[in-house]
């Protein structure tokens, strides 16, 4: 039975149930649909389950292997956690019934088997998500139409990549080459999925769309979109690529400094995905069979740990109003349970030995530790890594340690209390202190982690988590967040106004997109006029071409138009020509058409 | 390929010639009329789908009545290009015709006979042009359909409707005498002007300059139809029309009909090998990409729902003729199939904008946000239509498009991929605000329609009154300063109110204020300013006259727009209108949901698998 049914289905059966039916009704069943479809993961067997024809192409609708075993994995539990944090939130069923169509599409976006239909799910992803977006309302709208814009041009990308896969290749599945080929593909790929995984440049959206809506809409957002990005970019670049991975060094050192200078909470949070997606790509760029593993690692524990820090803040904004971490402080006391939770998630992110984010951050530092390819310190030196990337890395973990420090310090102390709100309801306090008992346990017990890994023998074989090397790490890691951030503390918050991108990008695409505009229907309507003008010019002229033959003979020197013969009225000139001078211009008429034809 | 002699062809034209007869007869008794529409349109569609499991097994249904001119025979064929034509037609007579009882008895129009009846004559017209078997018989019918269209989009009888039926006829006679040239001039070159799978022999090895010119020609005549920069002018001014008659110009007949013109030169007159080799397909394949990008760019300015929609359509259409211009299997897959597919999802959307029109009077974006209130099921079908144009998977525009692009990349052709990847973009920018205020903005506070026209971050707006009862909100404080007239008193007395009246010469008219009369510069409501509705129409709508730049724009002659109470809640059920137009709209939207999933199982592409391998046999790639 559940090899013949793709996990796609049942989530979006129940978001069709969750859109009409009564709000507990809708949240039971897709809470468990998404759990269902969880241990349906662990149970289904490796292989090709269904394969058949999509508009006349070879296609496979559900294929599983390690890695997209994985994704569904976490892409169920983490859904059933959040419909159950969503219905303790109050929001209502058509909210969560975007979501799990949302859930769904990635779903069957990484049960896929071949790029066609991955395409097709990539693009509901985008449309499902836009409508999760906007069913907030308000400000949320015009964030959602331009996250719409942003996974348009991304999904059109990738479509193009397909397509150029296709010609390449001549099929649409996996198994038919190793990851994208061909001189154009691989670079449109990259970019594409580059704008949903939040590539510098392209990422503009993510901080501006995912603090918009519902609180539990976050939740939802800031797993899918960007993991089903990296799992694809996994199955386009199997082998990795340096470039790529270069990237994801640069978007971990990136996403942090920029999180350092927010004080919206849940942008804070945003640009951290970006940092930390870094290190997924970084992972599946570079070529080892380990880093692979790190970097789906990485990706099982984040989607945890992000999702509990969004639910932790959540319960915040939710008790407080407030998203403005400047605005709060000492809330510790009084949400006691938000707060450890939040704890959990902090310490979870930033790698604190212990957690599950040490774990597969460390499998993919230490990967970067072996790379010798821009080498940016001589090698003699100890305990360091030479390459840029590990730099890049290791820069990136005491910038989260930072950003983590810093949010946990305004919001959670920083000064008394000066209100009083209820901490987290049961309902949304029990999916995040189950979240957060994984984070300790899969960081206690590594092993477990790694069985559900792909490549587990490499894993298990070549990395050790607690050694005293990587202990000594993370903790020097944190030692340097904690004199870092209170050190900086003052000098970032006066920071904060550093924009991003996108004042440049945004007011260019609309200006730039608006002058193309402008400048094609003008333009056309100049033609459009000339043309109009013509013909209704000819028609006068035709309509009474006397008149017109008196006006330009009126006109040439040398002619009297006064004397020509008019019959009898003034102001024009008789057109009539003798048999004579009609057979002439007939004749040469004729003798002109003859002349054309023949030559 | 075996040809069976078989009435059928001919009865399909036929059988709505009667029925307009009929329907003309039936003027008195409305019902039985519209009965007769609904009879001929079922017993059309069912001959013609009679005939199509025959011709998916590889016969051909002929008629013929001997000689017509010269040796040329007046002879019908039901073959799969045609049949293609021909049941997406004739289907979706039946849908618009529902939709046309719902929607002029809504309206309480004028001349529904003539209506009718026309109708009828342009669906007989359509079907004729389908089973064409050469380029004169379709000239015949192509001619016969702008005739019976003509009364269609006058219908209005005012100034501007007539203005633009002059601008059709204009366009389309010119288009047909193009036509007529270019079959002359084929029939010159090859002795024969009848439809041959892959091209006619003798055209191939024909002088290639004359070759061109001919194609240019019956490319021409055609594309105007087709709607093909710069030929296209007639299709926006043409949706002065009631909306079930734009429906039927741009999704069932007169568009399709010019683009299945030109389909019917590519694939079986000259042949695509042809094409490709005098170097004619370049050029047609690039005066579609400049339409497919240009159209949809002017789109994204309009304020007018239907105009808007028209430059989709003329963009749309020439996804069809960019497809039909490559040599290659997947390319002219791709290009017929979104016959059908931008069929079924244009007819949604002009429908779903009449329904507007009907239950609202509304006709501008920037007038339509909540109204995902009022009209839930519409704006739903809105958003699917408009999904599909986009490209969105599901529906049948995303498979259409999958099958051009792997076509343009195969043959190398990456300006035209990149064209039709742009153009699902642009789609987004302009379809996706009518659908986001409709469901997640409200008339209250909105941003203002058209972005493009806006500044960046949009700008807010209300369509509702103000409470104390004065002119619509705009966010802006200059509006007040219009309330008054600039009248001074000095010249033309204080009211006197001392009982006794200051003597007035009344013999001469009264003096001018501002070049006209003062009693005239804000005219009552109840009467509609015609003036104002076709002022600077004649060089076309690109400038000023669709967007609000004016705050006055408001008064003129926008009866549109929500009641001062905000949208009424209808539900899901069915509440906002009559299920007349509902149906049909939820009709087609299914259609082309339907066509987006099981292409193959919907008879359609299957039909055109059948069509292209006939055409590209004995081509290698």
């Known amino acids: 039975m559940i090899e013949s049914v793709p996990p796609f289905v049942p989530v979006l059966l129940a978001a069709a149930i969750a859109a009409v039916a009564p709000r507990k009704v809708g949240h039971a069943v897709g809470f468990l649909a998404t759990a269902g479809v969880a241990v349906g993961a662990l149970l289904v067997p490796d ?60 779903l069957g976006a990484v049960f896929a088997g071949d790029w066609l239909t991955l395409v097709f799910f990539w693009e509901l992803m985008a449309v499902t998500s836009t409508l999760l977006v906007w069913y907030y309302g308000g400000r949320a709208v015009r964030t959602g139409f331009r996250y719409a814009l942003a996974h348009g041009i991304g999904g059109t990308i ?41 590539f510098i440049g392209l990422h503009t959206w993510l901080p ?43 978007m971990a050192v990136f996403g942090a400094s920029m999180a350092l200078l927010q004080e919206d909470m849940r942008r804070l949070l945003s640009y951290h995905i970006i940092s930390q997606v870094g290190y997924m790509v970084a992972g599946v760029g570079i070529t080892t069979e380990l880093a692979t593993a790190g970097a789906f690692g990485h990706v099982f524990n984040h989607i945890l740990y992000k999702a509990l820090l969004f639910m932790s803040i959540g319960v915040v904004i939710y008790r407080t109003g407030i998203e403005d971490i400047t605005e709060v402080g000492g809330l510790w006391k009084v949400m006691p349970l938000t707060f450890i939770s939040y704890l959990f998630g902090a310490a979870a992110i930033s790698g ?70 209820d901490d987290a309801k049961v309902g949304q306090a029990a999916p995040m202190l189950a979240v957060g008992s994984l984070c300790l346990a899969f960081g206690l017990l590594p092993g477990v982690l790694f069985e559900l890994l792909p490549y587990t023998d490499v894993v298990t074989a070549e990395y050790t988590t607690y050694t005293v090397p990587h202990v000594a790490e993370g903790i020097a890691l944190g030692v340097a967040g904690f004199v870092g951030f209170f050190s900086l503390k003052n000098v970032l918050s006066r920071l904060t106004w550093i924009p ?25 309507a100049a033609v459009d006029r000339v043309a109009v003008a013509v013909a209704s010019g000819a028609l006068r002229v035709g309509s009474d071409p006397q008149h017109y033959a008196y006006a330009t003979a009126k006109r040439l020197p040398g002619i009297e138009a006064e004397a020509r013969p008019n019959g009898g009225r003034p102001g024009t000139i008789d057109l009539q020509v003798s048999m004579g001078t009609s057979v002439f211009l007939i004749v040469m008429t004729l003798l002109g058409a003859l002349a054309v034809l023949l030559l | 390929m075996t040809e069976v002699v078989d009435p059928r062809p001919i009865a399909a034209v036929l059988i709505s010639v009667v029925g307009t007869f009929a329907i003309l007869a039936a003027h008195r008794r409305p019902n039985v009329r519209e009965g007769v529409t609904l009879t001929v349109a079922l017993g059309k569609f069912g001959i013609i789908a009679s005939m199509v499991p025959g011709v998916l097994a590889g016969d051909i249904y002929v008629w013929s009545l001997g000689s017509f001119v010269i040796d040329i025979p007046f002879e019908l064929r039901a073959d799969a290009l045609g049949l293609l034509f021909g049941t997406l037609a004739s289907l979706l007579w039946i849908i618009t015709s529902l939709y046309s009882i719902g929607y002029m008895r809504g309206l309480d129009e004028h001349s529904q006979t003539r209506y009718f009846a026309s109708f009828a004559m342009s669906l007989s017209a359509a079907v004729g042009i389908a089973f064409a078997s050469n380029l004169l018989v379709l000239f015949v019918f192509y001619e016969v359909l702008t005739a019976a269209t003509y009364p269609l989009v006058a219908h209005d009888e005012t100034e501007e409707a007539r203005k633009a039926g002059r601008k059709y006829l204009a366009y389309t006679f010119g288009g047909g005498v193009a036509v007529l040239a270019g079959t002359a001039v084929v029939y010159w070159l090859a002795g024969t002007v009848a439809f041959t799978p892959g091209g006619i022999e003798a055209l191939a090895t024909a002088d290639p300059t004359l070759a061109r010119g001919a194609f240019a020609l019956l490319a021409a005549g055609f594309g105007v139809k087709a709607g093909l920069m710069p030929l296209h002018s007639w299709l926006p001014d043409a949706m002065v029309a009631p909306t079930p008659v734009s429906g039927l110009l741009h999704a069932v007949a007169v568009v399709k009909s010019g683009v299945f013109g030109i389909s019917r030169v590519v694939l079986d007159v000259y042949g695509p090998e042809a094409v490709a080799d005098l170097g004619v397909g370049l050029a047609l394949g690039s005066v579609a990409a400049i339409t497919l990008v240009a159209a949809s760019v002017i789109a994204l300015r309009k304020d007018n729902l239907k105009r808007r929609l028209a430059y989709s359509t003329v963009s749309q259409l020439s996804y069809i003729v960019l497809g039909l211009s490559i040599l290659h299997p997947d390319a002219i897959t791709g290009g017929l199939l979104h016959i059908p597919a931008h069929a079924f999802m244009k007819l949604t959307l002009f429908f779903c904008a009449g329904i507007i029109h009907v239950e609202t009077h509304t006709d501008d974006i920037s007038d339509m946000a909540g109204i995902g209130k009022r009209m839930p099921l519409t704006m739903a079908a809105f958003a699917v239509a408009a999904a599909g144009m986009a490209g969105i ?163 003129e002659h926008h009866h549109g727009g929500p009641p001062p109470s905000g949208w009424t809640r209808s539900g899901w059920f069915g509440g906002e209108s009559t299920w007349f137009m509902l149906g049909p709209i939820l009709a087609a939207m299914t259609g082309s949901v339907v066509l987006g999933l099981v292409p193959h199982t919907a008879v359609f592409l299957r039909l055109i698998d059948g069509i292209v391998s006939a055409v590209l046999a004995g081509v290698t790639f």
């Open chain 1, 208 to 250: 501006d769309t995912y603090p918009s809506p519902h609180i539990a809409a976050s939740v939802f957002l800031c797993v899918y979109t960007t993991k089903t990005g990296v799992y694809a970019m996994f199955r386009a670049f199997p082998e990795g690529h340096l470039w790529i991975a270069y990237m994801g060094g640069a």
């Open chain 1, 47 to 106: 292989g090709t389950l269904i394969a058949g024809q999509l508009f006349g192409f070879e296609t496979v609708l559900y294929g599983v292997d390690d890695f997209s075993r994985l994704m569904g994995l976490i892409f169920g539990l983490i859904g059933a956690a959040a419909v159950l944090y969503s219905y303790s939130s109050e929001a209502d069923g058509k909210q969560t019934a975007a979501a799990l169509g949302y859930v769904g599409t990635s």
């Open chain 2, 393 to 555: 998977p599901l529906v049948a525009g995303f498979v259409s498009k999958f099958y051009l692009l792997v076509g343009t990349v195969s043959v190398g052709n990456y300006v035209f991929a990149g064209a039709l990847l742009l153009s699902g973009i642009l789609n987004i920018a302009y379809f996706w605000p009518v659908v986001y205020q409709a469901f997640f903005e409200s008339e209250d506070a909105h941003d203002a329609k058209p972005l493009v026209e806006n500044p960046l971050g949009g700008m807010e707006r209300s369509s509702l009154a103000r409470p104390d009862g004065g002119r619509p909100e705009d966010g802006d404080d200059s509006a007040d300063e219009d309330d008054d007239l600039d009248v001074d008193p000095e010249e033309f007395g204080r009211p006197d109110f001392s009982g006794s009246s200051e003597k007035r010469d009344y013999s001469e008219p009264a003096p001018l204020v501002d070049g006209e009369y003062a009693v005239d510069q804000n005219p009552s409501d109840h009467r509609v300013e015609e003036g104002d509705e076709t002022e600077g129409d004649d060089a076309d709508d690109h400038t000023s006259e669709d967007h609000h730049s004016t705050e006055d724009h408001h008064d």
């Open chain 1, 352 to 421: 604190v030995p212990g957690f599950n984010g040490f774990v597969s951050k460390g499998i993919v530092i230490a990967e970067a530790h072996h790379m010798h390819n821009i080498n940016v310190v001589p090698e003699s030196i100890p305990f360091v890594g030479t390459d840029l990337l590990w730099w890049l890395l290791i820069i990136g973990g005491i910038g989260t340690f930072m950003s983590f420090i810093k949010l946990g310090y305004y919001v959670f102390f920083h000064g008394p209390a000066s209100i009083d709100p």
């Open chain 1, 500 to 524: 991003d991108v996108d004042r440049v990008l945004n007011p260019a695409v609309f200006y730039g997109g608006r002058a193309l505009v402008v400048a094609v229907t003008e333009t056309w």
């Open chain 1, 158 to 198: 990738v479509l193009g990549a397909v397509v150029w896969q296709y010609v390449e290749v001549g099929s649409f599945l996996f198994g038919a080459a190793t990851g994208v080929v061909g001189p154009v593909a691989p670079v449109l790929m990259a970019v594409g999925i580059g704008v949903n995984v939040g």
